[in-house]
């Protein structure tokens, strides 16, 4: 069965870091993207980062959402299969809770992704 499991989520004072992780099995991990997303109650679900595959044929070059960027860095451990999402500088706003996702191209549309992983709660306080 495929599984994604996040992990890391937690309550961080704003200005504070946290690093998720996703651990992934039931799959050819080298051969998928792995995206994380975030949703609040009532919006939603938005695309966070997302990265390529060794395998995939494209340069593996993250991909960010502009609310993130220069704060959050997405890298992978294919012998793991474990994506990690560091997140720096963090902001009331991004609290929400995180999802991970495989699919077949990195992208920050959910549409991109075939697998769900369940969520994990990140709250930033002011």
Known sequence: DVQL????????????????????????????????????????????????????????????????????????DNARNTVWLQMNTLKPEDTAVYYCAAGRLCGLATWYYDFWGQGTQVTVSS
Do not use: H
């Open 5 to 76: 499991q996040a992990s890391g989520g937690g309550l961080v004072q704003a200005g504070g870091s946290l690093r998720l992780s996703c651990a992934a099995s039931g799959f050819t991990f080298e051969y998928y993207a792995i995206g994380w997303f975030r949703q609040v109650p009532g919006k939603e679900r938005e695309g966070v980062a997302c990265i390529s595959s060794s395998e995939s044929g494209s340069d593996g070059r993250p991909t960010y959402a502009d609310s993130v960027k220069g704060r959050f860095i997405i890298s992978t």
